[in-house]
């Protein structure tokens, strides 16, 4: 078994839910030969400094994320993709001790092929930003203002998937168009989203 993490203990002991799941799944991937970190302020396992999965708990259930889980054959079809956006992570969700202690062998063989593929050095291929659909009511904005255009065009590929993103999840032309408003002032300051 490797080296259990101090930071990992400090994490668990604080955990108000799923205490027992997480910890039923640190043995489980500790009996692996990945190295136990603590990153984003979760249980992150790594091989040679590389991610390959980190726990979660959510409201409904935890789960093991897979950072390039979508290369994955994923023979059984337990792979979940966590949103739509969502490109290379993929999770396992579990929502008992039971339910996690009866896929013990299967979870190990989803961590040896992680690790396989991280070994081969195989790469999700990202959308580029060009991929997304701009929202009309953005496009126009952009067609209108070229100082916005071209404060848009100098965010990161990161930043600019993000208001996309954003931008396109409302329903309504009305909501668009506001969001799209709020938000010029802060591309033009060369800000993200969420800076």
Known sequence: MNKMNPKVDEFLAKSKFWQAELATMRKIILDTELSE??????????????????????????????????????????????????????????????EILEMDTIIKAYIQE????????????????????????????LNEHPALRTAFEALTPGRQRAYLHYFSQAKQSKTRESRVEKYIPQILDGLGLND
């Open 37 to 98: 970190e603590l990153k984003w302020r979760q249980p992150c396992y790594t091989h040679e400094n590389k991610n390959i999965i980190i726990l979660g708990g959510f409201k409904e259930y935890c789960a093991i994320m897979f950072f390039q889980g979508a290369l994955l054959k994923d023979p059984r079809g337990l792979l979940i993709q966590q949103t739509e956006n969502v490109q290379a992570a993929r999770q396992i969700r579990f929502t008992s001790v039971k």
């Open 114 to 141: 992680a690790i396989e593929v991280e070994k081969a050095g195989l790469k999700v291929k990202y959308k580029k930003t060009a991929d997304f659909t701009i929202p009309e009511e953005f496009q126009q904005k």
